[in-house]
């Protein structure tokens, strides 16, 4: 394929530029403004009194306000951060591989004394993403390869990969579509028409991922619209959210797009979830709504060095997903996209961090832990290994202590 998935649907991609283009398309109505705070984090309480003190309650609240003034500047964030060496030189530059932009509100949730806070990482640009090593590139999973379309990544037989943004409240730095999130959201409809298009026609697609760019920063009726053109296709049996809007902008989560979520079923959300400290209260008010409205919610993290590869940190983050009722799904092998070295932790330390949680927590606050193959080989799990060998009466197996047990399995004598 040689058209670039995002370009080729109109989206621009300049580092660093601030992106204002989808405040213009965001719903107006007083509903935008109902996410409701019954409380605030005690550091986002220290951080608004030192920072935004003429700011009012319902500005800080409503998501319009935090997108319209996201820090997307070296300039303003050295307002709040005295930054480090690697990330000064890294804001000098003109361009790294994927732009800047934190909202207010997460900015606010990071420890602003601490220089290697991990949530900082994630987001404040490095030099060290200007070092390209070996086996990086802009499209580690071969993407545009399975795109028979700009908006639709088709890899695996019944489901799609439904690209409707190129915009994110807040860039990640080790983003595999790094290569394609920000710039502009105009023209977005006719891009969704070839999708709904491309889907209606393909009728082994039982399964959508609206995926982007973080799709919830589509305004409610654009979320609406795609929700009901993907629903109203016959052979369509779910469809999934992909988000990170309710870690970085829970006000998003309004009474309004609670309501949309409500019209339709089965609708599933994959949350991007890095860091224990993501699940503050106004997190959890805005996820326990989402859950209340019948959506089933999972969990996906990037391994990442620094900033979770750890086992008291992951098993914090697990325990912490499960009690606002998501559940731990994938925990991502980093994606060895441009700049990424310094963020990619070997994979036995990752299969580490799994035998530190098996036995040792509730099943279910075990995610799968996967390499996403490159080259579009999809996921492949990873497993530590529990198995020891076999004979023809048994299989001996290891169990989470390290203890061998017998299984009998008898091979079968032909
Ligand atoms: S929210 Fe998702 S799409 Fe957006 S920058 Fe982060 S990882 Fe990339």
Partial sequence: ????????????????????????????????????????????????????????????????????????????????????????????????????????????????????????????????????????CEDPLSEEESSPIPSIVHRYPDRVLFL???????????????????GHTQSLKEHWEDGFKYIREHKEIRDVIISGGD??????????????????????????????????????????????????????LSIHATHPDEITIESSIAIN????????????TVLLKGVNDNEVIMRELMHKLLKVRIRPYYLYQCDPIIGSKHFRTSVERGKEIIHSLRGYTSGYAIPQYVIDAPKGGG???LLPSYYKDSDENNIYLYNYEGKEYAYPDKKRIT
């Fill in 379 to 381: 996921k492949i799990p």
């Fill in 1 to 136: 394929m040689e058209h670039s998935i995002i370009s080729s649907i109109g989206y621009s991609s300049q580092s660093g530029k601030k992106s204002e283009n989808n405040i213009t398309n965001l719903d107006t109505t007083e509903e935008a403004l109902s996410f409701q705070i019954l409380s605030e984090n005690d550091r986002t309480t220290k951080f608004r009194k030192q920072y935004y003190q003429t700011v009012s309650d319902l500005k800080w609240n409503d998501y319009k306000w935090q997108i319209a003034n996201r820090i997307s500047t070296l300039k303003e964030l050295s307002t709040f951060l005295s930054l480090k060496d690697e990330e000064l030189k890294a804001m000098d530059k003109e361009t790294t591989h994927c732009p800047f932009a934190i909202t207010p509100y997460y900015l606010s949730i990071i420890d602003l004394e601490d220089k290697e806070s991990a949530i900082r990482k994630t987001m404040v640009p490095s030099i060290n993403e200007l070092i390209i090593s070996e086996g990086e």
């Fill in 164 to 182: 409707t943004t190129a915009f994110c409240s807040c860039y990640c730095r080790y983003c595999t579509r790094s290569h394609m999130v920000d």
């Fill in 215 to 268: 799709p919830l920063t589509l305004s409610d009726n654009e979320i609406d619209y795609l929700l009901s053109n993907i629903y109203s296709i016959e052979h369509v049996e779910m469809v999934r959210i992909g988000t990170k809007v309710p870690m970085v902008l829970p006000q998003r989560i309004t009474d309004n797009l609670i309501n949309i979520f409500r019209k339709y079923r089965p609708l599933y």
């Fill in 289 to 300: 709504k989402i859950a209340d409205s019948g959506v089933v919610m999972g969990s996906q």
